[in-house]
């Protein structure tokens, strides 16, 4: 059974992650992949939707050609697992894709975020499945 301590370290780590997927979520509401940027490190793995797995560098360019005009998370879930967490949450958008298609967005997300060496929580890899209605 963990002691208090272990429990208020595990609480912490949770709103940090959490507070980290906020940013995430407002780099979306802005169109602002430079807020993106730092959260996710340099070996990011992003698997979409659509199947498509992507680096860091081409899920960024996805972001910066994407616009999005409504943007809301739904169900955040942190669970802490030592240096990893796994968050996971609901995703409900409008916009538009790179090709200025009409995107109407209904996804949950999977985020696996690993405390770097220097201390920093950032994303290793995400996940996204449509929700069908």
């Known amino acids: 059974m963990p002691g208090e301590r272990e429990l208020r370290v595990r609480r912490g780590t ?3 992650v959490a507070a980290q997927e906020q940013k995430w979520l407002q780099a979306q509401k802005t169109n602002n992949p430079g807020l993106l940027a730092p959260l996710l490190a340099d070996k990011f793995v992003n698997t979409g939707s659509d199947g498509k797995v992507t680096n860091k560098a081409e899920a960024l360019a996805t972001y910066k050609k994407t616009k999005w005009g409504s943007v809301e998370y739904s169900d955040l879930k942190v669970t802490v697992f030592g240096h ?19 995107l109407d967005g209904n ?27």
Do not use: H
Request: a positive charge; one cysteine or more.
């Open 84 to 102: 990893a967490a796994i968050a996971t949450g609901g995703f409900k958008a409008k916009g538009t894709d790179p090709s200025g298609k009409p």
């Open 107 to 133: 996804e949950r997300w999977t985020d696996i975020w690993v405390k770097m060496p220097n201390g920093q929580w950032q994303c290793v890899a995400s996940y996204v499945s449509p929700v069908r209605l």
């Open 14 to 16: 949770e709103e940090v």
